[in-house]
T-cell receptor, first 110, second 112 residues
Framework: DAKTTQPPSMDCAEGRAANLPCNHS???????VYWYRQIHSQGPQYIIH???NNETNEMASLIITEDRKSSTLILPHATLRDTAVYYC???????????FGTGTSLTVIP | ETGVTQSPTHLIKTRGQQVTLRCSSQ?????VSWYQQALGQGPQFIFQ???????GRGNFPPRFSGLQFPNYSSELNVNALELDDSALYLC???????????FGPGTRLLVL
């Protein structure tokens, strides 16, 4: 069962930062927060993951609140190619599967 | 590109038939997971294979079965196809069962 809550859709202007929120109020101490995105009918693409600390890579930044009950994925300069469904997933450290919800459909507007 | 490949890309079957889908994992990865994604939904975990053994299963009936080969490629078999089996089938490989999973492009199955 999905343990996260995300808004169903968001818009972002091209070139601006896209901030995608995720609530995971029941997260446990041994659970990671993962983000994937899926561009229309393709396989999900791994973006980033974290446990407690904020993380940054070449694609995005992940900000996790101190109580770990929510997080935000930041795409610093959104482009049209970032239009996709973004999934926030909580994964048990000892678990072997990802529970996907319905995600946030992000539309980047020219 | 993740290096995970799946075949075929598209497939049409009729109800009651059987289907085999194939997945080649990324080099160095010994774990393959399979997911089913119905239209408008997120992917649902079917099962995972690690070093040729099933290593966890989601809420899918026994007519969904799989194999993993010594080179870590994998097959998903579905018997007695039903209309509701129409979906995008995704495989994901990882270096270890608990590591990040990298997805292939999927196989779209249509059951008529």
């Amino acid at each position: 069962d999905a343990k996260t809550t995300q808004p169903p859709s968001m818009d972002c202007a091209e070139g601006r930062a896209a901030n995608l929120p995720c609530n995971h109020s029941t997260i446990s101490g041994n659970e990671y927060v993962y983000w994937y995105r899926q561009i229309h009918s393709q396989g999900p693409q791994y973006i980033i993951h974290g446990l407690k600390n904020n993380e940054t890579n070449e694609m995005a930044s992940l900000i996790i609140t101190e109580d770990r009950k929510s997080s935000t994925l930041i795409l610093p300069h959104a482009t049209l190619r970032d239009t996709a469904v973004y999934y926030c997933i909580v994964r048990v450290l000892a678990g072997n599967q990802f529970y996907f919800g319905t995600g946030t459909s992000l539309t980047v507007i020219p | 590109e993740t290096g995970v490949t799946q075949s075929p890309t598209h497939l049409i079957k009729t109800r009651g038939q059987q289907v085999t889908l194939r997945c080649s994992s990324q080099s160095g990865h010994n774990t393959v997971s399979w997911y089913q994604q119905a239209l408008g939904q997120g992917p649902q975990f079917i099962f995972q294979y690690y070093r040729e053994e099933e290593n966890g299963r989601g809420n899918f009936p026994p007519r969904f079965s799989g194999l993993q080969f010594p080179n870590y490629s994998s097959e998903l078999n579905v018997n007695a196809l039903e209309l509701d089996d129409s979906a995008l089938y995704l495989c994901a490989s990882s270096p270890d069962p608990k590591e990040t999973q990298y997805f292939g492009p999927g196989t779209r199955l249509l059951v008529l």
